[in-house]
Each structure stands twice: as C-alpha cells, then as structure tokens.
C-alpha cells in the first residue's frame, strides 16, 4: 500500500514540496517518502487504537468533512512530525505542507477507495493490515458503525456488499 500511497502523494506533491522553496530539490524524494509514510502511520494509529468509527467515517461518502475528522488531525500531525524530524524543516513550513496537502491527498485516497473500478486501494485490506487481524469480521465491524443498518450510503453500502455474504 505505501507505494500507491506515495503515487497518490506524488500526484498532489506540487506546490506543497516540489515548488516549495522551503523544501531543498534534493529533498523533494524524502518529503514525499516522510508524507507517504505519516499518512501510513496514522491511518494504522486509528485502527490500532481500535477508533473503526472515526477511520471508516473517512471513506463515508457525504460523511463530515475530511478536515473535521480527529483521524485527519491525527494522520496532519504525523506528517508534521516526520517532515520536521526527517528533513529538518521547521514547524511552521512542516504545518504548512501538511495543511495544503493532506486534504488533497485523503480526498483522493477516499475517492480510490470508493471507486469500483480502482483496486489500488482497498479499505477490506487497509483494516486488516493495519490492525494486524487477517481474520478481522468487516462485517460486523460495519454492523457497529452503521448502527446495525446499511442504509448509510457510500462506503456503508460498499461495505455490506463486500463483506455481506462472508
């Protein structure tokens, strides 16, 4: 998943570090490497931390909004962290990126994962994975975060069709 994790950031890397003066061209590999794996780090941190609801809102179409999830808060402060310590930039300019790119970046994960048609992202694998349980019930997990319902819409509605009949 990192790599097409870091495709993804890639994609969006533009202003926030390739033309960011801030970030030294040499660098410009590293910052996408340390944005990469932040976001990597913090979507495990939720799902180990057992907040399913807060990680699975993030893929629930017409949910709140990316920026007011405390996942995403939490998914910003790590990448803070790594680009600070990994690169040396300050605070401000580590905020700075992440403020600009995050967004962009977990709109499109969102957008992949919820997207038939895109099998770079899988949402079934990305929680198995990263609460390190191959034999995690999706389903029920669903049944928790939908009240029992299905009739959520978006990734709600995925999910039920992907894991309704295991």
Known sequence: MIDQLKKLVENYAGDAVIRNSEVPDEKNAEAIEAISSGIEEGLQNEVRQGKYEEFLSMFQQ??????????????????????????????????SIAAS???????????????PNDSDFDLQDMLRSFSGKEGLNVSELLGKFTGGSKAGGGVGDMLGKMFGSK
Not at 79 to 91: A, Q
Not at 101 to 115: A, Y
């Open 62 to 95: 017409g949910g709140q909004s990316l920026s007011a999830n405390p996942a995403v808060s939490g998914i910003m402060n790590n990448v803070v962290g790594n680009l600070s310590s990994r690169l040396g930039l300050s605070p401000q300019v580590s905020q």
């Open 101 to 115: 790119l995050i967004p962009m970046v977990m709109n499109g994960l969102v957008s992949k994962t919820n997207d």
